[in-house]
């Protein structure tokens, strides 16, 4: 990614709510990007390889992926994504309520960049996005 450009990313996240301030802290902040939004994992891997109505829909920079989703779990598009050789570059963030030790396991064991708990206050949600924000701009997310 070049500084110039707009950083696209995707996030796969099912919780009205949780979209909703994931889509003001993105705005509050300085890092220019485009966010393109899936409600479960088939929609988020359709995205992905472009199927059908998504043809056009552009290759993200980074992916926060909840694994708690309909259809197809986080997890399991989290390891599809990592065994595409197209894909596995992408930078995939899991954004999750799991605390489960087994679930952030299986995340870094399948290519995860991080694991985040999503914290309850709606304002340490923004921070921590910021705080992924400036990482992942910080970080010249190489190109693809």
């Known amino acids: 990614m070049h500084n110039l450009e707009k950083m696209k990313v995707l996030v796969v996240e099912d919780n009205p709510n949780d979209v909703t301030i994931i889509k003001r802290a993105m705005r509050k902040s300085d890092a220019k990007c485009d966010l393109y939004f899936a409600q479960d994992g088939e929609e988020a891997l359709n995205m992905l390889y472009r199927n059908g109505e998504y043809q056009d829909t552009p290759r993200p920079d980074l992916i926060l992926l909840d694994i708690n989703l309909p259809k197809i779990n986080g997890l399991e ?8 050789s197209h ?7 899991v954004l999750t309520i799991s605390e489960r030790e087994e679930d952030m396991v299986k995340a870094y064991d399948s290519g995860a960049a991080s694991y985040m708990t999503k914290p309850v206050d709606s304002k340490d949600f923004e921070r921590l996005l910021q705080t992924v924000q400036d990482y992942w701009r ?5 190109p693809k």
Not at 138 to 142: G, H
């Open 77 to 84: 598009v989290l390891a599809k994504i990592k065994e595409d």
């Open 87 to 93: 894909l596995r570059r992408i930078p995939v963030i």
């Open 138 to 142: 910080i970080a010249q997310i190489s």
